[in-house]
């Protein structure tokens, strides 16, 4: 139960940096 909740957290932030870069290269 933690580990999901954990893998969650961790893909929400990589598609947060993902779209961060992707506005700053816009």
């Known amino acids: ?3 999901t909740h ?3 957290s ?3 932030f990589w598609e ?3 779209n961060h870069q992707m ?3 816009a």
């Open 1 to 3: 139960m933690l580990q």
């Open 6 to 8: 954990v893998d969650n």
């Open 10 to 12: 961790l893909f929400i």
């Open 16 to 18: 947060i940096m993902l």
């Open 23 to 25: 506005l700053e290269t």
